[in-house]
DNA sequence: GGTGGGCGTTAACATAGGTCATTGTGGAGG
DNA sequence: CCTCCACAATGACCTATGTTAACGCCCACC
């Protein structure tokens, strides 16, 4: 369903806020995003935007609200392997591969923008500052990954919650997203346990124990999340954001 | 330490087998990669290559052996993120931002091909062939390690198991280093058990208990696995080896 | 031909985290 | 106003996996 305009860069600021942390986007490069986005799609919570085994071929941008990419075993048993948001593209793998290799479904209601797989190699082909520029979104993306694999592997439940909830800090902070110390969590706790490798009830122990702690507080109404002592959690996850904060070496591979 | 010639194709098949499977290698490819191999690189078991938090701009190729990607956590717990085996390249993460941001060390003797980062941005601008193998080779190393965080967060020790050695299997078939259903498998249970987020004990358990079931057979002196009921294993480990097999979709991103 | 180190194997025991079951609460919709 | 439903919260209990410790084997090295 259309949704919003796209009144100059009024709801498209987080896609270019990310990307100039990158590459300078040009005047020019403002103008293609800006055509590209001129059909966004509204999404629906719980609606699956790629799906597992399915044939894709256009890249998407998450111009609003929260999704998640994830998996699932024949027995119903899910692993959430990353979570999008505004600013975020994906579909670039399984535009290269010929069907998507995970599902992502939207969380909240949220709007997209789809961008033809041929629009794409073409910015790729002359080598516009935004192909460029999504070619490290995606190398950032298998940092994130990469992180994951260890939360999942070596830290505690404590240790997990309190890392994941660093990272997102982090993520939306270079989108505008979250304050100092407090953003919009869109996650329920069945979420955050296929998302860690935990059960739900395990979820629910481990963040109560931070809240008794004083470490971090929940609106769970208002789906807000305040980390009062940032640098204890930090600690707790040991936390370093170099895999999130690499500017590009543009005299690298990019050159 | 300088080691063996490059007489035409002799040790870099492995590679080229890889790549080729993406993309045709054109003579013209195959003459550039060859020129690159020019000086290779005897690495010893326990070296690291690349290492967290160390600028390195280079992009290398695994000629022969083993190694691991992998991260640590101040108390010494290590995570294994990804297995490098002959034909597999790394370093273009590390030489896109400013540095690497997990190790890489290797497992047995191996040897390694450095191209600088430089000649890989030529080949990337010239868009040859093989500078769009290998950026399908890293899209492709993304999809395995998602599928490593789902075996990660979401199976049990003896999927995880399982699992893990099915995808060797396929990856060491893929370069021909693996027959129908045994290979050379040069990891210790430590490795194991930092692969797959366990205890080595509980590896040593789970190992057991699959040999026990006839399902595998190991012989730890030679370091080889023989899989004796590969479709019973890869039943265990709920294997799709969708993630593995994509080809190209040459009119898509890499048109 | 000792000896020491790396690796695999096992048993006994400890615990983080899973499962099951129940209750509360707020919002959506009749 | 009542009902339903999704989600959070918790207690009781269970189990997969971790920990500690010991032992054996092979092999490299002296």
Known sequence: MQAERTPGWSGDLHAVRKLHAFAPMTGHDRETLSRLMAHRTRVEPHEDILVE???SRDIFLLTSGWAIRYKLLSDGRRQIVGHLIPGDFFGLRASMFQIADDSVQALTTTSIVRIP???????????SNL???IMWSVMREHSI???HAVRLGRRSARERIAHLLIELLHRLQLVRLAGDNEFHLPLTQEVLAD???LSIVHVNRALRRL???GTI???PQRRRVVINDVGRLGRIAEF????????PALGGAAD
Do not use: I
């Open 53 to 55: 085994g399915v044939p």
């Open 117 to 127: 797989g041929k629009s794409f190699s073409a910015m790729l082909r002359d080598r």
């Open 211 to 213: 809240r008794n702690d």
């Open 131 to 133: 192909g460029m520029a």
């Open 145 to 147: 990954l990469a992180e």
């Open 240 to 247: 370093s954001a170099g895999y999130l904060d690499q500017g």
């Open 195 to 197: 998302t860690l490798g």
């Open 217 to 219: 507080a929940l609106d």
